[in-house]
């Protein structure tokens, strides 16, 4: 007797032990299967990156120089400049990136966490390789506190993102409505700190716009039992055309109410005066601090109390929580309505960065914001981590543009997008998500 026989058509001949092992052996199997194909795809992505990485070794001519502080401190109190041989570097990290892939595509018998140590291992090196490539010959330096302080600044919508997709998730409601959710709050930020002037009031209105999308979201999902992808995508689309019909009827013939006004940057005394982590950590503005303050929070609330436990166990098997007693609809009801607060916050970033609003300024950071939920695996702190890692690419497009690189600037716009394909490609069939996530609950 086969397993699939076994599992497919049990009899009363067949004993319940070996039903039993039957099952587990075809989970196995499965698992097995799933892991074998996630690391294979792995493998096959890192030798491509280490191909590309190849072919820049040819490219890099001269010395890499890294600066270490921005070109606007005194002289007297610059830290000194880093210079490296381009060429060894690029091999190196070549060398790096393709025994990672080595690793994932042969080494069928390492631990897991020798290939965790090979993935991070790779995407140094890529990283090394690439900023090395840029920089070699170039008139001037790589400004190292300027990407990762931009680091921080990019990574914000993100994080807050990321908590939003985090929160919903793990009660078992898909949000693939984040970027309308930010939209909307972005659209609101704008146009009520246009007329209050005042930041306070804009990020207060931008967090009600994320909690009423939110409750959009909840309503159809959760009490009428709509697919959750379904109405995601048109949340998504709803909410692009709805601000960009307001932004045409409001604010195209009053700009004036196109004016938000900008968050400035708060130097947190003594600390910014650090060299260089000053520069990069302790001078961003409130929003930032507060994306980052907000991981410790939401972490805290899912792992460290009675409301957390909740959420987690609606999200992974309702009918349990439901017969001790707590509220399926309302748990998820409140997850959501709090990931509208943080999507909320996150659509604020805009306004508050660029002091106005345009169609679709958002440009896709709802959904990047999705994959670092995959990628962070449902958790808090690894999602914010991705989102970081996110922005990291997305500030390394702009400042490789003022290096003067033979690369067209939309490719390097591209950039994150791109890295977001590739990672989501590579590492999604290595994650699982809540047991009931996408899954209605219906009390019997």
Request: hydrophobic share 55%.
């Amino acid at each position: 007797m086969t397993v699939t026989s076994v599992l497919n058509e049990p009899t009363a001949d067949a004993p319940t032990d070996q039903i039993a092992a039957a099952q587990e052996v075809h989970l196995a199997t499965t698992e097995s299967r799933e892991n074998r194909t996630a690391r294979l795809s792995t493998g096959v992505l890192l030798a491509l990156m280490g191909l590309v990485l190849l072919r820049l070794i040819f490219a890099t001519h001269g010395k890499a120089t890294f600066a270490l502080s921005d070109a606007l401190v005194p002289q007297a109190e610059r830290l000194p400049d880093i210079v490296l041989p381009g060429v060894p570097l690029v091999v190196v990290a070549t060398v790096v990136m393709l025994a990672a892939a080595l690793a994932f595509l042969f080494g069928r018998r390492l631990p897991g966490w020798v290939r965790g140590v090979a993935g991070a291992g790779a995407a140094t090196a890529l990283v090394i390789g690439f900023i090395t490539w840029a920089a070699a010959g170039r008139p001037l330096p790589f400004q190292v506190s300027n990407q990762l302080a931009g680091t921080l600044v990019f990574a914000t919508p993100l994080v807050f993102g990321a908590l939003a997709g985090v929160l919903c998730e793990r009660s078992g409601v898909v949000n693939v409505a984040i970027e309308g959710q930010m939209l909307t709050a972005a659209f609101t930020a704008t146009l009520v700190g246009a007329v209050t002037k005042s930041v306070t009031a804009m990020l207060v209105g931008a967090v009600l716009a994320g909690v009423l999308m939110a409750a959009v979201l909840a309503l159809f999902t959760i009490k009428y039992i709509v697919d959750q992808v379904v109405i995601g995508v048109v949340i998504n689309l709803f909410a692009s055309g709805l601000t960009a019909f307001l932004f045409k009827a409001i604010m195209a013939p009053k700009p004036q109410l196109n004016e938000a006004p900008l968050m400035e940057r708060i130097p947190i005394p003594v600390l910014s005066d650090i060299p260089f982590l000053g520069e990069v950590l302790f001078r961003q503005t409130w929003l930032v601090y507060l994306a980052f303050v907000s991981v410790a929070v939401v972490s805290f609330l899912l792992y460290r109390t009675k409301w957390g436990l909740r959420v987690r166990a609606v999200g992974e098997h309702p009918q349990a929580a439901d017969t001790v007693g707590i509220s399926v609809t309302a748990t998820r009801w409140s997850a959501v309505l709090v990931g509208g607060v943080f999507a909320g916050l996150g659509g604020a970033f805009f306004p508050a960065s660029t002091g106005l609003f345009n169609d679709d300024i958002t440009v896709g950071n709802g959904f990047i914001a999705l994959a670092a939920v995959i990628m962070g695996r449902w958790k808090p702190i690894l999602a914010a981590c991705m989102a970081l890692f996110f922005g990291f690419l997305q500030q390394l497009g702009s400042q490789v543009q003022t290096l003067g690189t033979p690369i067209n600037s939309q490719w390097l716009i591209l950039l994150p997008y791109f890295a977001t394909i590739i990672a989501v490609a590579g590492l999604v069939g290595r994650v699982r998500a809540p047991a009931s996530d996408g899954i209605p609950y219906v009390k019997a």
